[in-house]
């Protein structure tokens, strides 16, 4: 009678309906992620708090996709993944999503630091504090 009772309350739980696209992922040697937080697989607890649960879109097995375009990349066992910087020879859009226009053509990244970045040209650019 315990077992059943048991059984019933565990598949009522896991089956919960979702009006989210692939909410609840698991999968085994995968973290697990759902509506209101994730489990990684060193078992580690990321909860999110209310601003993000209601800007969220839609939980896939790579990421989470937001109303307000912050999407989050994850590894396979759901860490963030760190973005890096698409430059090019005008330019360069930042791993946090500014875009910079060089002073001059061909410019590189002379220093970068937890504070920003130095470019051969001369151009400072302060990282924001939450990267």
Known sequence: MKIVLLAILVSGVCSRPSSLPNAGLTRPGVGS????????????????DRAFIDDIVSIGESGIVTKSGKNVQLTRDLHRVKRSHIMNDSGILTSWGQAIVFKKPHTTIVSEGPGGIVFSDGTLVQKPLQL
Request: hydrophobic share 50%; no cysteine.
């Open 33 to 48: 992620i759902g509506l209101s937080g994730m489990v990684l697989t060193d078992g580690t607890i990321v909860q999110f």
